[in-house]
């Protein structure tokens, strides 16, 4: 049956900005999901998404206006039951074909095949394929239960009466087949081909489509509106870049910003506006925030990066005199910045250190006290890591800066922004005569603050940002608020990821047992809880980077304290695999710890060389006399590598002692003898890695 390319849309009232984007890709992946498991498309259709402020739609290429015929096998029921004992039907049988809509006619056509025990009767049905009216509609409702609505809305049909939910009103829908109208209806509303274009800059009121191809440019010509998000979203970009290099500056890099914008635009055009100068004295990041956030401007550059006091606008409209447009959005973005210089100014009139008593009056959790009680709690621990780190002189700074490091949440700037926390610490500090160290670690204190964000700068930041995440974890899983499911208001998945990042990327000789004892942790369980959380995380990471899942588990198997060490012993354990030996030691070191789990009481790594009787033991003992020291004196010197390696040397002595030698012999005292021997082995093995998680 022949195909043709299917436009569909819903013109509705202002989508929500933030949602656009996946609304759009949603509604049309669903829509081709539901026309494919309906037969009306096959594999080879190619669907392309429109997204508007006012319109979500859909064109798909190869749809047929009726699905192939095809053969259904209903299975009836054993022969037994359907048949007696002349052959001919039984009542059940002509009962379960009339609920197919068969009747006695068909039984000499009926199958039998065996179905498990019993022979049974099939049907072989011919079921008419779906027409294009009915797996619309039926598409068009599966695609909408599907949308990621933010937020339902219930409004009133035209009826009067009727009532249906959906993110906004819908005014208007287009399902076009070619250039035929589908008949189908939905929100009181019958199909057409008419929709609206732009609400001012429309060449007519309606748009009439003539046919599903002519769609995107129609709407373009006619209508005044780019529909595809993507198109839109393109010359956005591509207008920002040209009015800022008119300036020879550059429009600040917000992917998110680009987004919404391009959602609040039916059809893009960017202005250029300025702004007094005397708001530079402001720190950068507060303007440009407030006129992101605010307005969805875009503020320029200069090439240093630094802020100019000029900003683009992208407006929905494209008047012959664009001065009113300008002037208009000039004069709103005054009084927000006008009102940044307000609480920048009127902020360092108090110290930091002024504001800290402040903190006590700050609850920071029912169960956990105050902000200033929880900032005595991370200064403790930072003051602890930094004389770990570097002795008393980065203890007193990590003290200072920690003590510091809340106080600007009282100011009047990070209370209308809370973005800026950290930020405006920074600045204050620098105003308040604070070392540049103590300053930069305000700030930095919440690195990494997502994924892929960088480290603190310094090492007093280091030592801050490592206290304050790690105290959060220890206090959060002390009075039981664990993450569960998708649920993490704490952010405790992104603070364990960013204390294992700290450990692990500045090679900081901390361990985990210590860092808990440091931060009070002296509940056994909870430790318990807050270990196996963290090496979660950070399996996750190392698959995420590369490493196998083997690998990894063969390396945090062992659970090492120190996360420090833990890329060197991935890479010993990389290189150790690709030794011919790897995978028969790993089989080994697999049944060398199977035998000791089974033995009750646990074993004593010890050995009597008098007790050795078989040649094949006497020559493991001398094996691992000579090259256990040599493991462990590599692994002492952290050259994880060179301990894995050498352990290869033993392959042909633990082959010839499995081969040979029996373990678990009538004489207790030969079996505690071989067991200890095993029990040596098996700790010369596993230093670096549990090798068995290397065994397939």
Known sequence: ??????????????????ALKKLGESFTASLTASLKSQGLIDDTSVATPFASPRRLAAHVTGVASKADDKTVQHKLMPVAVALDAAGKATPALLKKLSVLGSDASVVPTLKRAMDGKAEALFLDKVESGMSLPLGLSKALWDSLDKLPIPKVMTYQLADGWSTVNFVRPVHGLVAIHGSDIVPVHMFGLAASRETQGHRFEAAKPVVTIRDADSYAEQMKAEGAVIAGF???RAEVERQLKAAAAKEGLQPIDDEALLDEVTALVERPNVMTCQFEKEFLDVPQECLILTMKANQKYFPLLDTAGKLTNKFLVVSNI???????VIGGNERVVRPRLA?????????????????????????YHNMLGTQGERVERVAALARAIGHKLGGEALANQADRAAVLSKADLLTDMVGEFPELQGIMGRYYALHDGEPVEIADAIEDHYRPRFAGDELPRGTVGLCVALADKLQTLADMFGIGQLPTGDKDPFALRRHALGVIRMLIERDLPLDLAWLFGAAKLVDGRVIGQLTDFIFERLAGSLREQGYSAHEVDAVLGLAPQRLGDIPKRLAAVRTFAALPEAASLAAANKRVGNILKKVSGGVTAKVDPARLKEPAEVALNAALAKVGPIAAAAFEQGDYTASLQSLAALKDPIDDFFDHVMVNVEDEALRTNRLGLLAILHAAMNRVADLSRLSA
Do not use: C, H, W, Y
């Not at 022949?2 to 013109?11: A, H, I």
């Not at 494209?318 to 009113?324: E, L, Q, R, T, V």
């Open 230 to 232: 993507a198109a839109r």
């Open 339 to 363: 009102d940044a210089k307000f609480f920048f100014d009127q902020d360092r009139k108090k110290s930091l250190m002024d504001r800290i008593p402040g903190l006590a009056k700050v609850v």
């Open 1 to 18: 049956m022949g195909t043709k390319n299917l436009l569909v849309e819903l013109f509705v009232e202002e989508l929500p900005p933030k």
């Open 318 to 324: 494209n008047p012959a005199d664009p001065s009113a």
